[in-house]
């Protein structure tokens, strides 16, 4: 069961959230409970403590004020209920989010931030509940999911879900090294196409001499140019004892 | 350099010593194919031996046409050189010599750096040295030949031991002077570098002009007197010595361009350093002025409380009291930030850079949640000139926007620590664009500044840079990857 949790330092602001989220969780029967509210961090880390003895694991929705009023701020917080509980879901809700949007992004890998004072406050806290709601659930469902792990330099190893993969291409600047996209990032590795087509799933398939392409992540098909367009918008050429197996895929 | 001169030493000298040798052999016997044969093969096992140890020695990893190309060369000179010179146009070999060895050095140069610049000043240098080497071994040739002239119209036939000693010592003493003075006439003109630097130079072109000397010495009794084994051997020896040398010499040189430029990047930290320093100095008096203005206010307010006129205390609140105006959260304010980067020329060249962007109107938000202080100090440097170049991307790519926001984070993670640079852009490049050489948005002859980033990141093992692109924002992560723990072997995730 997803737990809620409030911190925050005004008590005004504190019930009204509550009130909000209680309705919600009523209206639409979902299954989570809230489990402190109130303005001390330390009782709230106390929580943690408390399950720890019972061997508890907690997975919770957090909602914190940056400006406690207190030895410690929602950020250094937030930190620590990540060492506590990494795949929980943390909205930040402030006067003054702008400067620290990467903060939350980065450091906390905040679900989301909530300003106080504006106009749809009510909404964004429905949202966001409804939303770690559905994250919670479709994360059991999708436990399962693949890895490609490779690594980049000695004793430094990254992972990517391999549904974000968008093709891997052999480096043209440095011989024996790949290239791996993703829609939003890049990275180059010590590789060959050759050894890691083996170890991908039946989504990848080799299109060229040095390209791997993900099916799935393919918008756009030319068989009479024998070039394929992805969703990043870059254009891969198909070669010739390919293109027919690849037509196939395609349709399938 | 140590270790890896001593190897320059062993390795090309001891091939090259040969080949001399084998040279030699075969001005004597001209014509004589199957001692080309021999001859070229000595040949490439001495440019095999300079390709390892330049590779070595460079740390450079070079691209395998231009390795290819290089060896091509210097087989071709060093085998067909000679061969066509004595077979058909039998030519003075002191001329082929100076021919060759210059091609030579140029060839060498090419193998020691990437940099054009520092290839051409290569080239310079070594064959600076080559023509010093080369001049003094005619020079002491012309006078040994000319000593042994007087003592044949003397009549001196038998080459008394003493007296040969007494010419060869008096021979070698004024070459070395020459060689010394022509030692400290380069130290003065080579200004552009320090003075440890230069010594360096001039001590390997001392030391392989020195021993030229005594290896002509040699060579002469060898010409004169009779080919003894034991003197061919110390004429080899002398030969891989000296040979040593000069690579010493133009190898000083690579070194002394890569000191030279990590000194100018200290002054650049510098600089940074005083503009930060300024603007804390800035801030200061800003705090001043605000507590003085503070003050002021409290004492108007006081006036009101007195005569007891709670309308007027709050009309002359809201209207004064500047907490309640945006503006006077001020640029200077937002830098106090970085005090949390104990590093210094980081914080510095951050510091600079942001603003700069703070003066041209940009909003930049600074977040750094957390000490930032082991990095490693030999990267710094490096972490410096990336920074820069991603923050003035930023600022560039920023300038004709309407709201122009930048967005630095620095913070710990996982055995990282990330330098995260956000701003918005109107038309973000397509990601796979960007790598490719010399991509710019900024029109013709530009885009050199990822390039930069790019070679630096392919020397450091360290450091890692993840670029992302939203649809209206451009974010740039640069990961410093600090030594791991024992015991944390797991795979982590780099949040994508």
Redesign the interface.
Known sequence: MLKIFICEDNTEHLHNIQKHIDNYILIEDLDMEIAYVGTSPQQLLQYFDDCERKSEKVTGLYFLDIDLNCDIDG??LA?KIRQHDPRGFIVFVTADA??????FE??I?AMDYIVKGEDNFNVRIRECVKNAHSRYNSKIINALQT?F?FE??????????TA?ILYFETSQ???HNL?I??K????QFRGSLKVIAKKLDKNFFRCHRSYIVNIKKITMFDSIVHQITLE???VLDVSDKYIKELKNLMRA | MRVKGARVLAGVGSAHGFKVLMFNVLMFNKGVIWLFVVYGLIVLLEVFAFYITFINVSRVKLEIVRTVLCLAILAVTLVLVPYLSFLYLAINENIIGIIYHIIFVVVMAMFTHKNIQIIRLNIFYGVLAKVIFLLARYTVAAMVNFTFAIITIDNVIAFHPFVTLSYSTVIVAICYLISKYTGKFLQARLVQFDDVLKRKFASYLLVGASITCVMLVVATFLYYIVAEATLFAVYAILLSLQFGFLIGAIFSFTDNFKKAEELRHKDEMLANLKTYTSAIENMSTDVRKFRHDHINLLVGMKGYIDVDDMDGVREYFYKYMPVFKKETATLDSRLDILANIKTMGIKSIISSKLLYAIQLGTEVYIEVPEPIDDIDTNHIVDICRILGTLIDNAIEATLELETATIRFLSMRKDNKIFFIISNNCKKPPKLFEISQKGFTTKGEGRGTGLDTVATILEKNENLLLVTKINEDTFIQKLMVLLPKNEGDRHAENIYL
């Open positions: 950020i250094s930190d702008k400067s620290h949007l990467l903060t980065y450091k890998e890895n792990v980049l330099s000695k004793g430094h190893t990254i992972s990517i879900d974000n600047d440095k011989p290239n996209y993703t939003e990032t890049k990275h990043n918008g870059a």
